[in-house]
């Protein structure tokens, strides 16, 4: 899993869990969006996804561009 150099926001997070699943980007935003208002470590996962998750290579192509 990399994160997203196309569908990036904040940092390609939630981008990036689109491609690997196959989703749009937009639904995985909204369902992160409605789990963050739920108690609960949700934003720091995704500072650990941010720093943990190596950025999309330049030259990759995602499943859905394929």
Do not use: N
């Not at 990036?8 to 935003?29: E, F, N, S, W, Y």
């Not at 969006?33 to 030259?59: C, F, N």
């Amino acid at each position: 899993m990399y994160r997203s150099r196309e569908h990036r926001i904040i940092a390609g997070v939630c981008g990036g869990i689109a491609d690997k699943l196959g989703l749009p980007p937009t639904l995985v935003r909204i369902l992160w969006l409605i789990l963050s208002l739920i108690p609960g470590p949700l934003w720091v996962v995704y500072v650990a996804m941010w720093i943990l998750v190596p950025e999309q290579p330049k030259d990759y192509r995602s499943y859905r561009a394929a």
